[in-house]
């Protein structure tokens, strides 16, 4: 644990798609839950593309601390696999060749042996509460437990930053509720630098210590959850 | 009945196979994955065989293969045995015909995987080749095994660019698909209808499993 903050200022034109904005954000993301907040297509999505060094902004500075992860001014790019960033994806990505287990340990070191990230991976599922899919495959699961399934592999891997891109979006009201609070516990426990990608004030209100508001593309206000920004 | 053009055919075509296979999975791969000046250029080189005629492929080989070419008299001077005019030949020109398919379809089974996966592969730490090897490589199998029969099955019938590199010697580079134009000439009808029957059949049943393997791989 670390008390470093994530800080963000990129730019990104669009390339060749009229569909896709300009987008141009400043904003700092401290230990704890940060929601980044917006309509459908105010950018969000390719901000954190931008984090996690899935797509290079044009200008602008990604660093963690003292940790530079990407400066346009310096040419300085961290490549995706070493920034340890926790990505959850709205299609959560789970391996479909692969069973809970063997995706949750493919973010684990490399150098442990294979029992024990077997059981480091199990240990993870287990607090997700879905031990018992460690060695299906994701094909048979159901909604919330391929959730569970990719955030005890976005956990597993102890991320510096977790970014969670509406990872709930395919869920039911009640359901999502319960994950919420969950994540929320795991959250607590790790508190790293965390992003929530949502446009449900519910979803922000229920785990988010800070919101940023996101409006084509550029930050419009940033409030911390105790002003009640939505009211 | 002639059963050794049937068996040299087998034989060139599996080694042909596995030199098609390792070559163009790693072209396959790279066409695939990566953006850089050339890449198109590189896709032309590795596909115009399909639509090249065999005599212009053969004259190519023999200019850059030739014992009087730097790469043939090298060859020769290693290992003793020309390329031309020899097994070696044989397997050049059904690597030759073989290589456009598993380029051209294991590139689209690698193109099909879902970028997300990668991605998510990329973000838990593993470097770019780890994650083609553990992610995007086993999810795109169906398509690299589909693409290995089909360059046999082109491998075992290839006709004019083995005749032009590596001739028609019995015994030596007369695989079954020259060993029939020969027995038609010289109206050995029966010993060439036996060998275009085993031929035709091998083919059948092979392009019968590459539709299957494709067919799921579309339909998951």
Known sequence: ????????????????????????????????????????????????????????????????????????????????????????????????????????????????????RRARAVAMLTRMHVAGLADRRPRTFSGGEAQRVALARAFAMKPRVVLLDEPFSALDAGLKTELLRELGVELAALRVPTILVTHQPEDAALLGERVVFLEKGRVSRTAPMSERPFG | MELGPLFLSFEIAAVATVFAALIGVAVAAILANLRFPGRDLIDVVFTAPIVMPPTVLGYYVLVLLGRRSLLGHAFESLTGTSIVFTKVGAVVAAVIGAMPLVVKSVRTALEETDPTLILAARTLGATPLRAFVTIQLPLAYRGIVASLMLAFARSLGDFGVTLMVAGDIPGETQTAALAIYDAIQAHRERDAAFMIAVLTGIVVVLLYIVGKLTARERSP
């Not at chain 1, 003292?66 to 990505?87: L, M, T």
């Not at chain 1, 709205?90 to 684990?108: C, E, I, K, R």
Request: a negative charge.
């Open chain 1, 1 to 116: 644990m670390s008390d470093a903050a994530l800080s963000v200022r990129l730019a990104l034109t669009p390339q060749g798609d009229a569909q896709t904005l300009h987008i141009d954000v400043a904003f700092d993301v401290p230990p704890g839950v940060t929601v980044l907040f917006g309509p459908s297509g105010a950018g969000k999505s390719r901000t954190l593309a931008c984090i996690a060094g899935l797509v290079r902004p044009e200008r602008g500075r990604v660093a963690l601390g003292d940790d530079v992860w990407f400066d346009a001014g310096e040419s300085r790019e961290v490549p995706i696999h070493a920034r340890r960033v926790a990505y959850v994806f709205q299609s959560l990505a789970l391996f479909p060749h692969m069973t809970a287990a063997d995706n949750v340990a493919y973010g684990l070191p490399r150098d442990l042996p294979r029992e024990e």
